[in-house]
């Protein structure tokens, strides 16, 4: 029966590359497939103060679904009932994306995950253990030998009681390559088709972080039998970009979270990621996102999980497409693109917001006043435009109704 799923899986791996490379017809370029891995209900939820109910959590994970992630991992079965009835009624409503659950390297998370996912379209366990001096020594109180060893035991069990292993090493930004390399080959060798590198700490640099998946690609024997997963937490700053990174340099799969929700300071953006490669046509790698739903999906989360996201926040904050600069907003009245990369269209925003402030010039004011049916001479606006200074200079911004009311008085 192993050798069976195991000769299934393999060939599912191979469909699935074969699958993984979109033509592009336009400019004769193969562009490589990336799983989006959302761990929004698993290490999102994480966060201090925050607690979702099994009908949320459903309610997301079908949103999650619409938006086209391939992977939804949806909790830690073994953690609380909670989860475990949440991983349960996930993997009853989900037809389409694979449903993940959480595991140690212990034999009863591996049950536990097994039981939660078994009614699952396509499940997967992801188990796996520390491998940095840190969690070895300090955590684990272990050695390199019992950790591989330990590894394997899970893996094997993990792929006795479900189709689809990925395997964690915990800590892997901090982790020897070539101590990580003979881990990774040992999984692989025990059953896991999916291989996740996390930079835990939020501790390395792109480059950094970049060179490990480098070497992993290139010093795993077996490496072709596996797809690498970025997993990077934004401590410093880096997950978005060590994700790239990882993604560049071979990784195939990005496990990240709607609004970069996780965790400390949080994980990799899942809309940041996917606005890069949409973006960025060079680097030659795409996803199956629905990206004009991302705002939408944005504002579910951020009130379900009570996380309020920042207004500067990339992609999806409130500012993201707001303008108060007279130079800015003269520009992006003219052409959108002379200060906008993504038009908010593109990822569910109404529009460009022209926000007047003390800071906005005439242009700004001439277009908002245009949107409220009044078309002003020269004059005119010279005039108002005196007026709205000073008023602006009281204000933090101009609503309607006040733009209105001074426009009314000329």
């Given at each position: ?6 000769i ?7 469909l699935?590359r ?8 336009k ?13 929004t209900?698993?290490d ?33 079965p ?27 390297a ?14 699952a ?19 684990l109180?272990s ?32 982790t ?17 088709t ?19 998946i480098a070497?992993?690609?290139n ?15 934004n401590?410093?700053?880096?997950a978005t ?20 929700v ?14 890069i490669?949409k ?18 999906l944005?504002?579910i989360?951020?009130s ?22 007279g130079?800015?907003q003269?520009?992006v009245?003219?052409?959108r ?26 242009a ?47």
């Amino acid at each position: 029966m192993n050798y069976l799923i195991l000769i299934l899986s393999t060939s599912k791996i191979y469909l699935n590359r074969i699958a993984q490379h979109n033509i592009n017809k336009k400019n004769d370029i193969v562009k490589e497939y990336i799983q989006i891995f959302d761990t929004t209900l698993r290490d999102g939820e994480q966060v201090p103060g925050c607690k979702l109910a099994t009908p949320q959590k459903v309610e997301i994970a079908k949103e999650l679904e619409q938006l086209g992630v391939d992977v939804i991992e949806a909790g830690f079965p073994i953690s609380s009932p909670g989860d475990f009835d949440a991983v349960t009624q996930i993997s009853k409503t989900i037809k389409d994306a694979t449903i993940c659950a959480l595991s140690r390297a212990v034999d009863s998370d591996i049950e536990s995950a097994a039981e939660a996912l078994k009614f699952a379209n396509n499940g997967r366990i992801h188990t796996g253990i520390g491998t940095s001096e840190f969690h070895i020594f300090h955590k684990l109180n272990s050695n390199p030998e019992d950790i591989i060893s330990r590894g394997e035991k899970a893996v094997k069990k993990a792929r006795n009681v479900c189709s689809e292993v990925e395997f964690y090493a915990e800590d892997a930004g901090r982790t020897d390559n070539e101590f990580l390399a003979r881990v990774i080959e040992k999984m692989i060798s025990a059953g896991a088709t999916i291989i996740n590198i996390p930079d835990t700490t939020g501790y390395c640099l792109p480059h950094q972080y970049s060179e490990k998946i480098a070497y992993l690609m290139n010093n795993v024997p077996n490496i072709d039998k596996a797809i690498l997963s970025t997993h990077c937490h934004n401590d410093l700053g880096l997950a978005t970009a060590n994700s790239i990174a990882g993604v560049q340099a071979g990784a195939r799969q990005v496990e990240c979270t709607i609004n970069g929700v996780g965790e400390r300071a949080g994980n990799t953006s899942l809309e940041e990621v996917v606005m890069i490669l949409k973006q960025h046509d060079n680097i030659n790698l795409h996803t199956q996102v629905k990206t004009e739903r991302l705002t939408h999906l944005s504002r579910i989360v951020e009130s379900e999980m009570n996380m309020p996201v920042q207004r500067n926040k990339a992609i999806v904050g409130e500012n993201a497409f707001a303008h108060s600069s007279g130079i800015h907003q003269d520009g992006v009245i003219k052409n959108r693109e002379t200060y906008e990369i993504i038009n908010p269209i593109d990822v569910g925003a109404d529009s460009s917001k022209i926000i007047l402030t003390a800071r906005s010039g005439r242009a700004a004011l001439k277009y908002r006043a245009q949107l409220l049916k009044f078309n002003l001479s020269k004059d005119q606006l010279n005039y108002a435009y005196e007026k709205f200074l000073k008023l602006a200079d009281r204000q933090i911004h101009i609503n309607d109704n006040q733009l209105l009311e001074l426009l009314n008085k000329i």
